[in-house]
């Protein structure tokens, strides 16, 4: 009996665990992205699935249950490319240009990409994967590649849900109160910042229609000839995990099988090194942590700014930790530099008082899931909306990098050191973000899981996918039923006309 038992138990088990061999691409060349990858990777190989993680960074530590595959070339021409700009260049264009240069910049990401010879090799071997996970980064030809495999597709976005991605996921877009993230708008929105995302909103439409998904179905079938059209390929794809929390970017309406797993990314936080455990404990005062993050290259920021906001900081009784790429002649006592911090683990200390970001959604969830508030120097992409968001919640102050000053950011110190309310909302925000029925890990193993027990969840796909703009937004039925009204109106007159003129035919007759 005892063994029947053991053997019954043994093959419940089996069904559970079996193994299953995923793929996972994250092709964009940027630390945050890598590590949205990198957690979903490892949340699937801790339950003990077979991962293949294809990325444009050479993976140091060799992880259980996970074969890196290293796009060396997209690195190496990404690396090129990027020596020849300085992100803060970038600032003097429009913010709607973005959306020009997003889609440009990435039809040529996509090209070095599918050329990579470890992702040709991939491509051409007999490997079986169970599910394939792609980033979505302005690259919906990537499909292609679920498709080639036969697998079933998930997508995956180091972003909030919204206007760049409803497309694929069939989200609905609200323009009254989604800001389109190049935008700069927060949730709540006056008349004219309404009007200004619905022309964002338009303009992204026309573009995606008359350019973006044209080249991507180009760039689709010039790689995979027999694949279906961009829209099927989308429209098939089972489940979209979103970089996002409500507590965090405010709630949206989501389809069920659009998954939010803000968080993702955040490790248990390492030890710190000695010297840096000890400045951190002896700081009575507080610490002040600066960094703009692995895309905005500190030492790109021009001398007048540095020297604006080295000023400020020389005058507070706090300290400050700096990650900046290069040595600083004039820096205070009271400043560090360094050019690399271990993040987490410096937010996690409790004499940490503020942390001064670019505002990516990476450092606000981790800023937020140990507490503490920010000010954000928003310079390009989804920052200034994660900053606006920050405000509306109020853990956070906006100092847009356009419109900075050295007086308006010492007044921003000023404030959000002085004033408690910031810590508290952090503090509040903080416990929100840990109070879930499960942990983003476990969301991620689940949905993929289930993703591959039921092949696919045609169950779940929304049949928006299968109608046309105008017919989504009712636009012909309130065309026929405004047609069908003027019509009635229009016979009535008719009919009123003709009977009053008979009267009066008749009366004149009299
Ligand atoms: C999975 O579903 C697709 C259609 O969505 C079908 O073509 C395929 O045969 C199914 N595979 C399995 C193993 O059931
Ligand atoms: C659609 O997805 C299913 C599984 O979810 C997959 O089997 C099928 O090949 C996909 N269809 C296309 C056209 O890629």
């Avoid at 061999?21 to 990858?37: E, K, V």
């Avoid at 030492?299 to 300290?319: C, G, H, T, W």
């Avoid at 229009?490 to 035919?505: N, S, W, Y």
Wanted: proline share 5%.
């Amino acid at each position: 009996m005892a063994k029947l038992l053991t053997v019954l138990a043994y093959l419940c088990c089996l069904h559970v665990i079996n193994a299953a061999n995923i793929l996972c691409i994250f092709p964009t060349f940027s630390r945050s992205h890598f590590y949205i990858g990198e957690g979903i990777v490892k949340a699937l190989a801790e339950e003990g699935h077979q991962l293949t993680y294809v990325s444009p960074y050479k993976q140091k530590e060799s992880t259980k249950n996970v074969k890196s595959v290293h796009l060396s070339e997209l690195e190496k021409w990404t690396i090129e490319k990027r020596s020849t700009m300085n992100i803060f260049d970038i600032l003097n264009l429009p913010p709607i240009i973005f959306i020009f240069f997003m889609g440009y910049m990435h039809l040529d990401i996509a090209e070095h990409t599918m050329q990579d010879p470890a992702m040709q090799e991939l491509l051409n071997s007999d490997e079986k994967f169970d599910a394939v996970i792609l980033e979505w980064m302005f690259n919906d030809y990537l499909q292609g590649v679920a498709h080639h495999f036969k697998a079933p597709a998930i997508s995956a976005a180091t972003f909030t849900a919204g206007i760049l991605t409803n497309h694929i996921s069939g989200n609905p877009s609200i323009y009254s109160h989604m800001p389109h993230v190049f935008s700069g708008y927060g949730q709540k929105m006056d008349f004219w910042d309404r009007t200004g995302n619905f022309m964002f909103a338009m303009t992204q439409n026309l573009y995606n229609k008359l350019y973006f998904f044209p080249q991507q179905e180009r760039v689709l079938h010039k790689y995979f000839p027999d694949a279906p059209s961009i829209y099927e390929l989308n429209a098939n794809i089972s489940v979209h995990f979103f970089n996002s929390h409500p507590a965090i970017n405010g709630p949206l309406p989501m389809l069920p099988n659009v998954i939010e797993i803000g968080g993702i990314h955040i490790q248990p936080p390492k030890k710190l090194p000695d010297d840096l455990q000890k400045y951190l404990d002896e700081s009575k005062e507080g610490v002040i942590y600066f960094s703009l993050g692995g895309n905005v290259n500190g030492k790109d920021l021009p001398r007048p700014q540095r020297e604006a906001i080295l000023r400020v900081f020389s005058k507070l009784k706090q300290r400050v930790l700096w990650k900046f790429e290069e040595e600083l002649d004039d820096k205070p006592a009271n400043v560090e530099v360094k050019k690399w911090f271990p993040q987490q683990a410096i937010l996690a200390h409790p004499n940490v008082k503020l942390f001064i970001t670019h505002g990516g959604l990476l450092s606000t969830t981790e800023s937020l899931h140990y507490g503490v508030p920010i000010i954000g120097i928003s310079v390009f992409g989804d920052q200034a909306v994660n900053m606006k968001n920050a405000e509306a919640s109020g853990f956070g102050i906006s100092l847009p990098y356009k419109q900075f000053t050295e007086e308006k950011f010492a007044n921003a110190l000023d404030r959000i050191l002085s004033d408690p309310s910031y810590m508290q909302n952090a503090k509040r925000i903080s416990t929100l973000l840990k109070d879930q029925f499960d942990t983003p890990a476990e969301r991620v193993v689940h949905w993929v899981e289930y993703v591959i027990r039921h092949n696919g969840t045609s169950h779940l796909r929304t049949v928006a996918h299968d109608l046309y703009w105008y017919q989504y937004y009712s636009i012909d039925v309130i065309l026929f039923l405004v047609s069908i009204n003027l019509i009635t109106i229009k016979i009535f007159f008719v009919i009123c006309k003709q009977l009053c003129g008979r009267r009066k035919q008749k009366q004149k007759q009299n």
